[in-house]
């Protein structure tokens, strides 16, 4: 990392970064986060009972519609065209959470780390839409990049530390 930020010209406005002159290489972003809830919610989910429909089911949908619409939620991202996107989401009941893990795929000249951050960061929302009404409690957290690869700075992989 050079420690400037791309997004601000020389006189310190907002701007798109230039893309154009890099290379087109293959580029891969895994993000994590979690929604911790009661553990009567976590019941709820895997019990298949909330009155919205199949929490895990919509979250996965919605998170995979959020990392295609990054650009337009994000000001100065590039409008991508993702060849992979996947959205797991595991109910973990002694936590009580569901853990969410992004990983979203292209071929192109920027990567996909906002997309898979997004994807989270949706389908975490979307967890709580669909349960508040039984747990406003609940709290989305932990959203992280895990990996990152492709492109000239190489690969970033996440030193987890134990607590």
Same mark, same amino acid.
């Given at each position: 990392?050079?420690?400037?930020?791309?997004h601000?010209?020389?006189?310190? =406005?907002?701007? @798109?970064v +230039?893309?154009?002159?890099?290379e087109?290489?293959?580029?891969?972003?895994?993000?994590?986060?979690?929604?911790?809830?009661?553990?009567?919610?976590a019941a709820?989910?895997?019990?298949?009972?909330?009155?919205?429909? +199949?929490?895990?089911?919509? %979250?996965?949908? =919605?998170?995979?519609?959020? =990392?295609?619409r990054?650009?337009?939620?994000?000001?100065?991202?590039?409008? !991508?065209?993702l060849?992979?996107?996947?959205?797991? !989401?595991? !109910?973990?009941e002694? %936590?009580?959470?569901?853990?969410?893990?992004? *990983?979203c795929? #292209?071929?192109?000249?920027?990567?996909?780390?906002?997309?898979?951050?997004? %994807?989270?960061?949706i =389908?975490? #929302? *979307?967890?709580? +839409?669909m349960?508040?009404?039984? +747990?406003?409690? @609940?709290r989305?957290?932990?959203i992280? !990049?895990?990996?990152?690869?492709?492109?000239?700075?190489?690969?970033?992989e996440?030193e987890e530390?134990?607590?």
């Amino acid at each position: 990392m050079n420690g400037k930020l791309t997004h601000f010209d020389e006189r310190g =406005a907002a701007r @798109m970064v +230039d893309v154009g002159d890099k290379e087109v290489t293959e580029r891969i972003a895994i993000a994590e986060g979690s929604v911790h809830m009661r553990p009567e919610t976590a019941a709820i989910i895997r019990e298949g009972r909330a009155k919205k429909g +199949d929490v895990l089911a919509v %979250a996965r949908l =919605a998170g995979i519609m959020g =990392a295609k619409r990054t650009s337009d939620l994000i000001p100065l991202c590039h409008p !991508l065209a993702l060849t992979s996107v996947n959205v797991e !989401l595991e !109910l973990d009941e002694h %936590a009580p959470c569901v853990n969410i893990r992004a *990983t979203c795929k #292209l071929k192109g000249r920027t990567g996909v780390e906002m997309e898979a951050l997004t %994807a989270v960061s949706i =389908a975490a #929302l *979307t967890v709580y +839409d669909m349960c508040k009404a039984v +747990d406003r409690d @609940m709290r989305i957290g932990d959203i992280r !990049l895990m990996h990152k690869s492709g492109g000239k700075s190489g690969t970033y992989e996440r030193e987890e530390t134990k607590a």
